[in-house]
T-cell receptor
């Protein structure tokens, strides 16, 4: 059962444009929503994360928008650069302290982003 | 600096062979994870370990087992490799409390022929 659905599967953007990747989740117990970035030949690395008590989080050119009622969240990359070309994964976790989830992440299917110069 | 290493970047094995994938982390993390990554399917959790000698099945444990004899090392075992286990395997670790970030190794590309 795929609990986190990510779209689109691939995305091509011109340099300077805005890249938008969307995710939807099913499990309302999720309370931690990270985005990971993966370059070819490397493992994924945390890019930015949000908790459901806020609707938006911004770090530099990267912004997460979160809609709790719709159970959706998205990554916006402003002023996209060729160096942003990578695979992006959204994920969700039950991160409550004292829980038994051990921070297991449920990942989306991934989006291959290509930013053309 | 955080570091997760995996024993091999590329591995080619024959059908029916027993395969060991090793992962070592230097962060003294209790929690370690094994994922497989396939195009269009994202990362899927195979097994995880929340302490030495403790393990739990993830979403796709069939055909795999794990071993955690020391805190820093988490091994994934394919008892009898099959062609449908050809994939990228990623190991990760995280601290049990505080930030929930998982730190990933570079991955092992396993091909079973």
């Amino acid at each position: 059962q795929q609990q986190v659905k990510q779209s689109p599967q691939s995305l091509i953007v011109q340099k300077g444009g805005i890249s938008i990747i969307n995710c939807a989740y099913e499990n309302t117990a999720f309370d931690y929503f990270p985005w990971y970035q993966q370059f070819p030949g490397k493992g994924p690395a945390l890019l930015i994360a949000i908790r459901p008590d806020v609707s938006e989080k911004k770090e530099g050119r990267f912004t997460i928008s979160f809609n709790k009622s719709a159970k959706q969240f998205s990554l916006h990359i402003m002023d996209s650069q060729p160096g942003d070309s990578a695979t992006y994964f959204c994920a969700a976790s039950i991160g409550r302290a004292g829980g038994t989830s051990y921070g297991k992440l449920t990942f989306g299917q991934g989006t291959i982003l290509t930013v053309h110069p | 600096d955080v570091k997760v290493t995996q024993s091999s970047r590329y591995l080619v094995k024959r059908t029916g062979e027993k395969v060991f994938l090793e992962c070592v982390q230097d962060m003294d993390h209790e929690n370690m994870f094994w994922y497989r990554q396939d195009p269009g399917l994202g990362l899927r959790l195979i097994y995880f370990s929340y302490d030495v000698k403790m393990k739990e099945k993830g979403d796709i444990p069939e055909g795999y087992s794990v071993s955690r004899e020391k805190k820093e090392r988490f091994s994934l075992i394919l008892e009898s490799a099959s062609t449908n286990q050809t994939s990228m395997y990623l190991c990760a670790s995280r601290a049990p409390r505080g930030p929930y970030e998982q730190y990933f190794g570079p991955g092992t590309r396993l091909t079973v022929t």
